[in-house]
């Protein structure tokens, strides 16, 4: 079935680590890639999209992601994440002529002060 | 600039009742969608609306129907509640037809259900 893996389903960082959160989707053809953030107690937000041109997108607060075509991936990235990073992640693939998104299960970070 | 708005945030409901969640999208944004979200399985799409019309719907049981008005809010329903509805249930809006000319999906905080 066509669909969007996050395979990373909790994950737990110190200050000042690396991240990356992986992501893949089944769909073939023309894609629209997104991540989006869940603070606790707070409302989906945008962190960053990828629509056509340079793979690698940057967001807000940080954070990069890069499309890679060949792979079905588009992985979020931050160099040093900071606790105020700790939230869920939401990787969402859109396709075709409505506003549909399709999310994956969303991985959770915890960043330890 | 007001977001996107949903109500009721909390209720409780018991099995075999039905349910209205509402939803008024941000000034001038024409496109609602809805979704689902529960621990473990992120969101689920339900439903999205255009100027009134369902352009697309999840794979969701009959039980669950929704609609927009003309000035672009929405509501769901769930009928015959069971206890697997207890969820989050999220709406977005979007200005343009596509989401491709705008961006972003703007999504509300949500509607948390509990169905005992």
């Known amino acids: 079935a066509q669909s969007v893996s996050q395979h990373n389903h909790h994950v737990i960082l110190s200050e000042a680590a690396s991240l990356e959160l992986g992501c893949n989707y089944s769909y073939g053809g023309t894609v629209n890639l997104f991540w989006y953030v869940q603070y606790p107690g707070q409302h989906l937000q945008l962190l960053l999209k990828y629509f056509s041109g340079d793979p690698l997108v940057k967001g807000i607060k940080g954070f990069e992601a890069e499309f890679i075509k060949s792979k079905f991936s588009f992985n979020l990235r931050k160099p040093s994440v900071q606790w105020s990073d700790t939230a869920e992640y939401f990787c969402?693939?859109?396709?075709?002529?409505?506003?549909?998104?399709?999310f994956g299960t969303g991985t959770l970070l915890a960043v330890q002060p | 600039k007001a977001g996107v708005t949903q109500t009721p945030r909390y209720l409780i409901k018991t099995r075999g009742q039905q349910v209205t969640l509402s939803c008024s999208p941000i000034s001038g944004h024409r496109s609602v969608s809805w979704y689902q979200q529960t621990p473990g399985q992120g969101l689920q799409f339900l439903f999205e609306?255009?100027?009134?019309?369902?352009?697309n719907k999840g794979n969701f049981p009959g039980r669950f129907s929704g609609r927009q008005f003309s000035n672009s809010r929405s509501e769901m329903n769930v009928s015959t509640l069971e206890l697997g509805d207890s969820a989050l249930y999220l709406c977005?809006?979007?200005?343009?037809?596509?989401?491709?000319?705008?961006?972003?999906?703007?999504f509300g905080e949500g509607s948390r259900l509990t169905v005992l």
């Open positions: 609306y255009f100027s009134e019309t369902q352009r």
């Open positions: 977005a809006s979007s200005l343009a037809e596509l989401i491709t000319n705008t961006g972003e999906l703007f």
């Open positions: 969402a693939v859109h396709r075709g002529a409505t506003n549909k998104l399709i």
